[in-house]
Structure formats: structure tokens, C-alpha cells
């Protein structure tokens, strides 16, 4: 077949209709070709109906730099200190649940202390820290603490601290939603419904 087209160019005979209804076996209509005018009509167009464009302005705190958030804050400001024979740990501010009179100056970083896990410094020192695990609901102040548990620790000479799955973690005071609706349900008297 290539013979016969090499043959009949070089007889001088057009070759292009041949081609065109032999591809797939029908014959193909020319297209123009794509003018920059067309693409960028096309791509205006495209922007208009762009969803995105006419959401509005941005929620939130757009002018504030989101890692700044994060930088600023102070680690040690918002953990408890806990040091003992050179060694110290940090656990979360609210993780200890009672902390005796007698143990208070070990709640006070010292010079040259070595920073410690919990787990390590844990270890070490279980003759005067006691753990208590709490659950997820406690720990977000979603559930009270069971009520004796407390009172058992105010005669206690050891250092309680919260965990959750044997890591320390922060106890938000509980907020009981009978109360709080209550409190959020109180009528508000308006000048216009006294007499």
C-alpha cells in the first residue's frame, strides 16, 4: 500500500483525499485552528462562572500570621513544674489533682536539673507521686470525678497527678448542664415587662 501512495506522488497525483477516507474509513472534516482570541474568550468566560470568585470575604482572622499563634506560646507556663534529686519534668497545668504542704519545694525548677520524660521521671520517683487515671469525659469536665476520691486525697502525704492512658493530662473543672441551663435560662427582665 505504501508503493502505491510513493507511486502516485511521485506521478503527481493528490494523495490527501485517499488519505483521509482511508483513516478509520471515513472521511474527517478539517478543523480550523484555535486562535488566541477563542482561548482567551474561553478563559473569561471560565472566570466568570467561577464559584470560588464570589464566595466573599475570607472568615476568620485573615490579617493574623498563623504560625505566630503557635510560636507565642510558653511551655513552661503552661505546665507544672515538677524537680527532685536533679531531675525534672513538666506535666499539664490542672494535671495535679493535690499536692501536700510538705512537698511544695518540689515545685520549683532548680539550677542545674536534667529534663526527664514523665515516664522516667515517674519511675523514679514513685515514693511520694501517686497516678490517677481518669477518663477522657473527667479530663474535658464532661463528668465529675467519683466523690470520695477527693476526700481520700486530703490526708495524703503524696503528689497526685491525672492520667490519661498513664500520661498526664489536665482536669477542667466539671460543669454540671443542669445547672448551667439553669443559669442560661433565668428570665431577663426587660423595663417594658415591669410594672
Request: aromatic share 6%.
Amino acid at each position: 500500500m505504501n508503493r502505491c501512495f510513493l507511486l502516485m506522488g511521485l506521478l503527481g497525483i493528490s494523495t490527501s483525499p485517499l488519505m483521509a477516507q482511508n483513516q478509520k474509513g471515513m472521511n474527517q472534516p478539517m478543523r480550523d485552528p484555535v486562535r488566541h482570541e477563542d482561548l482567551s474568550n474561553k478563559l473569561r468566560m471560565a472566570q466568570q462562572k467561577d464559584p470560588i470568585r464570589n464566595i466573599g470575604p475570607a472568615a476568620g482572622k485573615v490579617d493574623e500570621d498563623p504560625s505566630q499563634r503557635t510560636t507565642s506560646r510558653d511551655l513552661i507556663k503552661e505546665s507544672t513544674v515538677l524537680c527532685h534529686r536533679g531531675f525534672l519534668t513538666l506535666v499539664p497545668k490542672q494535671a495535679v489533682l493535690h499536692q501536700p504542704d510538705s512537698l511544695k519545694d518540689r515545685f520549683e525548677a532548680k539550677d542545674q536539673v536534667k529534663v526527664q520524660t514523665w515516664a522516667d521521671f515517674f519511675a523514679a520517683n514513685r515514693g511520694w507521686i501517686r497516678t490517677q487515671e481518669v477518663s477522657r469525659e473527667q479530663a474535658m469536665g464532661l463528668a465529675p470525678l467519683p466523690e470520695g476520691m477527693m476526700e481520700t486525697f486530703k490526708g495524703s502525704q503524696f503528689v497526685v497527678v491525672a492520667t490519661f492512658k498513664g500520661g498526664p493530662i489536665s482536669v477542667l473543672p466539671y460543669q454540671d448542664p443542669a445547672q448551667e441551663a439553669a443559669e442560661n435560662a433565668s428570665p431577663l427582665t426587660s423595663p417594658a415587662t415591669q410594672p
